[in-house]
């Protein structure tokens, strides 16, 4: 009979670029951060806002499906960007953010991955990151976390953005909170809004913090 030859894993091969992408970045003093939200979340507006609040330098790498709007945002403000283009697939892979950083001309800093809007199939795939944020919105619903708990429960810190439409909407605080708390019960939880700068002074300073742990680390 023939040997049958099982693929027992289609994330292995994107998990061993992943420690390569791992490596890369560690030589470089890079803190890699994996940014996950829904499309439209507000994750390039929070981006641009956290840059702007952070003392320690800091690089971009965008990915859409298409376009390179999000980039030209970061390369008006002169910040260094690469653009990933997945042409169709939901997610960012290990592969692409490996040609990233060897495209990206940066080391020392930290440098945002913003994923592809989306809330289920990123969080599944290793990027070689320091860490995944995972971004809900009060616009998008309180239940977020009970609906897509993959996310919420990987997340290093969970960042709540458009706190100032909090008014507008019926968002039960209570419910979000303990949503997470119960996948994620040590995780930070940032309430900001990327259009008015609320909230992002504590941020900064949480990530400045967790930039210089890891340079102590190594
Ligand atoms: N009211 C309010 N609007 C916001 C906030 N943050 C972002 N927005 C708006 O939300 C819309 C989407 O913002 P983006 O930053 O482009 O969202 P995104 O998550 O990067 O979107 P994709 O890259 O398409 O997935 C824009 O109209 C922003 O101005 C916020 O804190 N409050
Ligand atoms: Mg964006």
């Keep these: 009979m023939e ?69 030209r945002k970061m390369a008006e403000r002169n910040i260094p960007v690469v653009q990933i283009n997945t042409g169709g697939s939901c997610h960012l892979n290990a592969g692409s953010v490996n040609k990233a950083l060897k495209a990206l001309s940066f080391d020392d800093g930290i440098v945002f991955i913003e994923n592809v809007g989306n809330l289920i199939c990123p969080s599944a795939f290793e990027l070689g990151e320091d860490f995944k944020l995972a971004m809900a919105n009060v616009p998008e619903g309180d239940d977020k976390p009970y609906k897509y708990p993959a996310l919420f429960t990987k997340a290093k810190a969970v960042v709540l953005n458009k706190i100032d439409m909090l008014s507008f909407f019926e968002f039960n605080k209570k419910f979000f909170y303990d949503g997470i708390r119960a996948l994620n019960p040590d995780a930070p939880i940032f309430e900001v809004s990327a259009r008015t700068g609320e909230g992002f002074g504590e941020f900064a300073k949480w990530l400045e913090e967790e930039y210089h742990k890891f340079r102590q680390d190594k």
Aim: proline residues 3%; contains cysteine.
């Design 3 to 71: 040997e049958i030859v099982i693929i027992r894993d289609v994330l292995e091969a994107n998990n061993n670029v992943a420690h390569e992408n791992k490596a890369i970045k560690d030589e470089r003093n890079i803190l890699m951060v994996n940014l996950i939200g829904s499309p439209g979340a507000g994750k390039t507006t929070f981006i641009l806002r956290a840059i702007e609040n952070l003392k320690v330098p800091c690089a971009v790498i965008e990915g859409d499906v298409t376009s390179d709007i999000d980039a």
